[in-house]
């Protein structure tokens, strides 16, 4: 008989950890996960291959703002703006890829990350990354570049929460969910590093310590989508920190304009 899986001994702690932190839920691929198609010699998974094929194309769409008109674009970074561009992203990033999988893959949403998967651990882990995140968050609030960058955006925090509320979450669903979880069922969790690269090229243009931490970050989500099976965790964290980081900056330019 083949050997079981290694048992780390009872006074292990480091093992038992290491055992909980990579306990992801059984999701085997199916026959639809595994079929492919001959592109001139090429076999390429269908899924995995129209998954990326979307997020290129969603990608490129959002970074020229081709659904964004004119006198929108004019606003800059204006918190109505800022709102409006939410919205389109909502339908690109979450609408399309969703329609994709209902209608193309005919799967269910779930096994995108539409799920609360493990919601014990997602929920210890995405306030445990929140709360981590404070004093950072609390740090860039002062540095030149991010105050250039997000200061525009400054609004209400309530208005600031909804607005990041319609955006994240779906781009967490593309990122995290459609093609995350696509990737990983025709290549393995080496899927979760492949699905950040978009992500990370998604953040160009923002201050630049941002993006150089991008992938990290998004190694993180896409860690914690992957171990507990749902992209909703990962939202939670995201939506929290930048909103986080727009109150804070606004905060810290209250008290310079005010001394």
């Not at 020229?64 to 929108?72: A, D, G, L, Q, Y």
């Amino acid at each position: 008989m083949p050997p079981g899986p290694a048992v780390a001994p009872p006074g292990d702690p480091v093992g038992r950890l290491r055992r909980w932190l990579g306990a992801a839920p059984a999701d085997p691929p199916t026959a639809a996960d595994r079929a492919t198609v001959d592109v001139l010699g090429l076999a390429l998974p269908v899924r995995a291959t129209v998954a990326s094929l979307v997020v290129v194309t969603v990608v490129a769409l959002d970074w020229n703002r081709v659904f964004i008109p004119r006198e929108i674009l004019d606003l800059g970074r204006a918190p109505e703006a800022m709102r409006y561009q939410a919205g389109v992203r909502f339908v690109l990033t979450g609408l399309v890829p969703l329609a994709v999988v209902l209608g193309l893959f005919r799967d269910h949403p779930g096994r995108y990350g539409l799920r609360l998967g493990d919601w014990r651990f997602g929920l210890v882990a995405a306030l445990a990354g929140v709360a981590a995140m404070v004093p950072v968050v609390v740090g860039l609030a002062g540095l030149p570049d991010f105050q250039a960058y997000y200061r525009p955006m400054v609004a209400p925090p309530v208005e600031v929460l909804l607005t990041n509320l319609l955006e994240l979450p779906a781009a967490e669903f593309l990122f995290r969910g459609f093609l995350l979880f696509a990737l990983v069922r025709a290549i393995g969790p080496f899927g979760v590093v492949v699905a950040t690269i978009p992500f990370a090229f998604g953040h160009l243009g923002k201050p630049e310590l941002e993006l150089l931490s991008t992938f990290f970050g998004g190694l993180a989500y896409g860690w914690l989508a992957w171990r507990t099976g749902s992209i909703l965790w990962g939202a939670v964290a995201h939506v929290a920190i930048l909103t986080l980081l727009v109150v804070a900056i606004g905060s810290v330019g209250a008290v310079g304009a005010g001394g």
